[in-house]
């Protein structure tokens, strides 16, 4: 989705080809947080924290709607780890210099306990405050296409990359797709390919030079989803040391709380990969060891997996939790340009290289980056006086409030518990390319990943109203429900 917005800002003809629903893998399954990485303080490598810091305050200042500040508490149980972590979060300050979200400080044991109501509060000593951004993953993935299209690209999605084929030269210069919803193969001429494909990239370097070694070692990282009564207040929670030695945070999200994440490698790269029992059992044991109602398996509202597509280092035997989340350009000796490693937080900046580097390659008219100060689709800074729901859809809040009161049918809410409305359904079909319950369910609202359950109980209607815009019949919408219902199964415990 970078690249898509930043090729298209610069004047090029984008065409981003997506194989199944935008942010359908990895990018909605984040752990939420814009950050700059205070794990990688401890691994020593500045240079990751100061870009992400750095992008960290390009993408709050240009997509406010979808962005916010977010105060973490570190629980402190004795007086080493107080200095330790108080030095590191200082490090952390300065590094941000004047894009700063908020100084770090030590409080003490009662202003923990305020700001962390649910903390085990035997042996507690001290909390330390930090502070780093949060956003909506999904959101922001489909507001960038939708800024790649306002910039002249095309952002396609269900459309399956099946082959590339190169010139006499020995270059590749085209790319053969299939369309999954109309099934039509189309063949596609390009001055520079580019391979942005997270966990797939090995498949598409298969593509252009089969046998090529692989570049990804896949990371499996789950969340839970929990009632926020396990964990209330609006403060987030960071517990510096697991049993695997990795952070865990706790995450106010949608009236809910999110835990996680781990760090499992895997050998293979899925579009749902599933959360294994152990990974549960871990994020649930490590996060009961520091609040007051421990979290049991039936308590899990949403459990979910996503997979990390980290370069494989030149030292192959680095744990996955060691290896840097910084990013690396490969050119292909036919000119496929790819990209790989990275994080949401760093996108930008991962786009922009790439980007120059497809001018060099391709020897296209040199264009200047603008995505430093290019506002993302529904920038704005006013989300007062509508639902807090629809304050990721930005300026569009307003639209979908009208289409809203245009009718008592739209105006209805789709579960007694959520605030969603069937506007917004006719919205995600008309404006945001949903072309299933999933891509609505999932991605489009987050319920899927918030509440399974209750996303399941509203699939039938969704369906229905889907099945109206897009002129299907009562087969699509009872294969629709079966489909969702399946894959949701694998979202419980």
Known sequence: MGVAVDAASRGFRTLL?????????TSSRSTKLVHGGVRY?????????????????????????????QRFVIPVYSFFRMFYYAFGLKLYDWLSGNLSLGKSEIIDRQETIRLL???????????????????DDTRLAISLAQTCSEAGGFPVNYMKVTGLAKSGKGAIDTVYARDLISDMAYTLKARVVVNATGVFTDSILQMDSPGKKPTIRPSQGTHIVLDQSFFPGKEAMMLPKTDDGRVLFAVP???KVLAGTTDIPVNQHSEEPVASKQEIDFILSNLGKYLTKKPQISDILSVFSGLRPLAIPHNNDQKTKEISRGHKLIVSPSGLLTITGGKWTTYRKMAEDTVDKAIRIGKLQKAACITRDLKIHGYTSVSAGYPEHLRAYGSDAEKITALSRSSDKLSRQLHPDYPYTCAEVVWAVREEMAVCIEDFLARRIRLL?????AALSIAPEVAQIMAEILGKDTDWIEKEVSAFSRLAGSYLP
């Open 17 to 25: 080809l997506e194989q199944s629903d935008f942010a359908k893998g």
């Open 41 to 69: 303080l401890e691994q020593g490598n500045l240079k990751l924290v100061l870009e992400a810091l750095k992008e960290r305050g390009i993408l709050l200042k240009n997509a406010p709607h979808l962005t916010s500040n």
């Open 117 to 135: 109501p649910a903390i085990q509060q035997q042996g507690l000593r001290f909390g330390i405050v930090y502070h780093d951004g949060k956003f």
């Open 253 to 255: 999200w949608h009236d």
């Open 449 to 453: 990943f918030m509440d399974t359950r």
